[in-house]
């Protein structure tokens, strides 16, 4: 018989309160690591034109210094991959840390336009050990019921410090003060160093390297005393059993091919949607609408706060309605969004018109995005990996997005030199269009489902669309997968 208002009921409800707020506190100090993230996106935006003025760079170099950080995060992904394998989630986050503080100091005493370049892969390197490392801990930290929004809680923080970095944009441009805009960065970087080492290690890393007690004691950490503590380490247990990881299962196991292969296509999806030419660009396509330089740099910060909200729609939302049907409606209204902004751009409407209508469609278009894929491939691609290949499965997919994110940001301006101003917007309209049909046949819905039960369908030769279905319950399909 339950008795709804008794003691032991309340006591339990206090419970699971604490031990949710526990592990999202930690899952929220991992999550800082986005905001350094979200600030290295947003500063160059502004500091540009600035550095453009003071070392007289060609429109290569342009391209070049703000792409060079994208190189530098594909290079440092890979790297992460390693270490968080052989020294730890925790280890590794402190590495990027350490990282961010020298690269956004280097930014700022740069003398040179290679020095600055330089300095740019260095903090590309700290972004790429962070975005690798964040969401993949955060995944293993948390519980099904909230793993979601605790992975999306990073998506937040980037777009905190992208809002944060444009404010920042706008004020400093009024003493012309690039170096300070590029340098804001260490002062969170120093708090999220000191912050990460007060963090557990990760239950399922720990497992994997054979510290069973460890990971116990972790799991307590994270859960509080709760019966299903010992379930959940008897199933990380279960998917560890087995030898063999990275890229040894990627070669011999085509189900662990399949779920890489899905995480790439995933981030290929968020960067080509170009929503990085709106975070990168953001003033210059302010410019084409006809807005002066601190109206636009201002106009980038209303972009910034859209971003933001928009994003703690997608927390309120990813474990309600999940994670295919927001995805689906987020690149829906991105490509509708840039088919009317290439129209205005290309001068169909009159001058007054046309600045309010490409602030409403741009805005649009940001908002399109942080409610659905800005959080949800980070969700998505820390889901659907096996546990022994997801280091490697996520260092494949986060790869993928610094490429996808490096062409994004080095051809942009080439692209309006080529396609105009229309035919570039139109042409991201048209991958959006194609993204949903890519989503609607591959993608499959995961929320509140266990990591151990996705992947018993994954590697049960469930259609990867299918594969959240009944994680914990009927047999799979062994029909062939797609």
């Known amino acids: 018989m339950h008795v709804y208002g008794s003691a032991a009921s309340s006591g339990t409800g206090h419970l699971k309160q604490s031990v949710a707020g526990r592990a999202g506190l930690v899952a929220g100090l991992a999550a800082v690591a986005g905001l350094m993230f979200g600030l290295d996106i947003g500063v160059i935006s502004g500091a540009l034109g600035l550095i453009a003025q003071e070392f007289s760079t060609t429109q290569i170099q342009e391209e070049w210094i703000v792409a060079a950080m994208m190189l530098g995060a594909a290079l440092g992904v890979p790297v992460a991959s390693r270490l968080s394998f052989v020294w730890g989630r925790k280890r590794t986050l402190i590495i990027g840390a350490s990282l961010f503080i020298c690269g956004s100091m280097s930014c700022a005493l740069a003398g040179s336009v290679g020095v600055l370049i330089v300095a740019r892969i260095v903090l590309g390197l700290a972004v790429g050990v962070s975005t690798f490392t964040a969401p993949l801990y955060i995944a293993e930290v948390s519980d099904p019921a909230h793993r979601g929004a605790m992975i999306s809680v990073y998506q937040l923080m980037v777009t905190i410090g992208i809002l944060a970095a444009f404010v920042s944009n706008a004020l400093f441009s009024y003493f012309d003060a690039w170096r300070w805009m590029l340098g804001v960065v260490a002062f969170p970087a120093v708090v999220f160093l000191i912050g990460v080492l007060f963090l557990p290690h990760s239950p399922r890393w720990l497992v994997l390297r054979g510290k069973r007690d460890a990971a116990r004691r972790a799991l307590l950490e994270l859960r509080g005393p709760v019966r299903g503590v010992a379930d959940e380490l008897n199933e990380i247990d279960a998917q560890c059993r087995d030898g063999g990881n990275g890229f040894a299962l990627f070669r011999a196991d085509r189900n662990v091919r399949r779920a890489v292969f899905l995480g790439v296509m995933l981030q290929c999806i968020q960067q080509f949607s170009g929503v990085n030419v709106v975070m990168y660009y953001a003033p210059r396509i302010f410019g084409l609408a006809g807005f002066p330089e601190?109206?636009?740099?201002?106009?980038?910060?209303?972009?910034?706060?859209?971003?933001?909200?928009?994003?703690?729609?997608?927390?309120?939302?990813?474990?309600?309605?999940?994670?295919?049907?927001?995805?689906?409606?987020?690149?829906?209204?991105?490509?509708?969004?840039?088919?009317?902004?290439?129209?205005?751009?290309?001068?169909?409407a009159q001058y007054g018109v046309r600045q309010v209508a490409a602030v409403g469609v741009l805005l649009s278009f940001v908002a399109g995005f942080a409610f659905s894929a800005g959080p949800l491939v980070w969700v998505l691609c820390s889901e659907i990996q096996p546990l022994r290949s997801r280091d490697f499965g996520i260092a494949c997919s986060t790869v993928t997005n610094w490429i996808a994110n490096m062409i994004v940001g080095a051809s942009f301006l080439s692209l309006l030199d080529h396609l105009g101003r229309a035919g570039t917007f139109w042409m991201y309209a048209a991958l959006n269009a194609l993204f949903v049909v890519l989503v609607i046949l591959f993608v499959p819905?995961?929320?509140?489902?266990?990591?151990?039960?996705?992947?018993?369908?994954?590697?049960?030769?469930?259609?990867?669309?299918?594969?959240?279905?009944?994680?914990?319950?009927?047999?799979?399909?062994?029909?062939?997968?797609?």
Do not use: Q, Y
């Open 445 to 482: 819905e995961t929320k509140g489902l266990t990591l151990e039960g996705i992947e018993r369908n994954l590697m049960s030769g469930v259609r990867l669309r299918m594969i959240g279905r009944g994680a914990t319950g009927p047999a799979p399909d062994h029909r062939a997968a797609s």
């Open 294 to 348: 601190h109206a636009g740099l201002w106009g980038t910060a209303s972009a910034g706060a859209v971003n933001v909200l928009a994003t703690f729609l997608a927390i309120w939302l990813v474990d309600r309605w999940g994670r295919r049907p927001i995805l689906i409606c987020g690149l829906v209204v991105m490509s509708l969004s840039l088919t009317v902004l290439g129209g205005i751009l290309g001068g169909g």
